[in-house]
């Protein structure tokens, strides 16, 4: 172990990322360990929101092109109801629509513009504390090494299955809820209008909700429920629809991906962090209705990194003042879930 960091950042989404861009910018020293290899697949809708595309811009500049799937921009979402009929939500009405990415590329621009040093292949393992630092244990599966970082303030950006929020707090782990979400990649074609994200909200195709997008011509379809509770039949009533009401016909399966998400978020069940140990994004808790999680995942990630600058100066206590300036994005992410359960007209997260 031969370096002291300010701080090492575990995981390398937007989260991670906004963290280590405002720590770095304060001519801070940040390692950011990110499991997978760079860059990293992330199953996701890809739909950079205004607050997103605002904060992406202004901390790392315009998103490249490159990072773009087609179509490019995205009128906003189109909610059904059980009855076939539509709502239209647009994403803005002053702008041409919503950056449609690819997350392994968002992620990977973001992360490289990070000013941080970046070791992807890096698995978080354990840390203990040594005075006032923190050590972190992981393996460098490049090396087939467990190595040792030390820093002043670890951040778990893991997002939703966090280890350290686990290792912090294993009584609250045991009362979080989990949903399984599944999303399909599929060369086809279909009569959906591919510049809308569509939402069915009819529970028979998702205890949480099923959605279907357009990315670079695959047809991009998905489902959500309860740990535990049978997919299958959901994901099928939701294609077998999708088939007979808009024209779904499809070719090769490209894609299969599955996660895990919890309902921290729904229920304004936050996990901050403890002594010099921040999380932020999806660890903590931070994910808004209908699954949009970029817009908070940026801020929290920020909010840490202002924290951690502002308490380096004054001493004070660092998870007190990741608090409060988390005040006002903890009310939104709650407000937003109520929001959706009118959109819905019922509880969003049935867990
Ligand atoms: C199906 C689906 C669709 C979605 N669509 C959208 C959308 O269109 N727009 C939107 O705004 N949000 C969307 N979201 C939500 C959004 O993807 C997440 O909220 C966001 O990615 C959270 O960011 P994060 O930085 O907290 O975590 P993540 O992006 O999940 O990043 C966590 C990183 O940590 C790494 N990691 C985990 N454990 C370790 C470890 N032990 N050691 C090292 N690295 C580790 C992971 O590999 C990963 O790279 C969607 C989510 C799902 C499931």
Redesign the pocket.
Known sequence: MNAIYDAVV?????????AAKRLTGEGLRVLV????KLP?Y????????KK?QEITERYFGRIPDAVYVQPKLLKGVRFWSDLGNYSDWPFSKDSEGAPNVW?SEY?YWLISNSGAEVMDC????GFETEGNAVVVH?YDARENKIRQAKCRYLIS????????RAMLSPAFERNVKWFI???NYYEGQSSLDPYF?HGFLDQKYGEVYA?F?VKDDLQVF?T?VRKGAKILPCLNAFHEMLEKEHGLALKKLVRK?S?L?NTMCASGNFSLGKGNILL?????G???A?????????S??LFAAEAICACIKSGEDVISAYTELTKKERRQTSVSWKLGAKIAGRDLMPL
């Open positions: 575990v995981g390398s989404g937007p989260s991670g990322a906004a360990l990110e499991k997978k990293r992330k199953i996701c809708s890809g739909i950079i929101f997103s997350r992620d890096a698995v978080f393992k992981y950006a893991e997002g939703s299955v966090s280890c350290i979400a599944y999303q994200y959605w997008s998905g959500s991906t996660c998400g932020v994004g999806e660890a903590a931070f994910l808004n209908f699954g949009e999680g970029i817009s908070c995942a940026l929290s990630g």
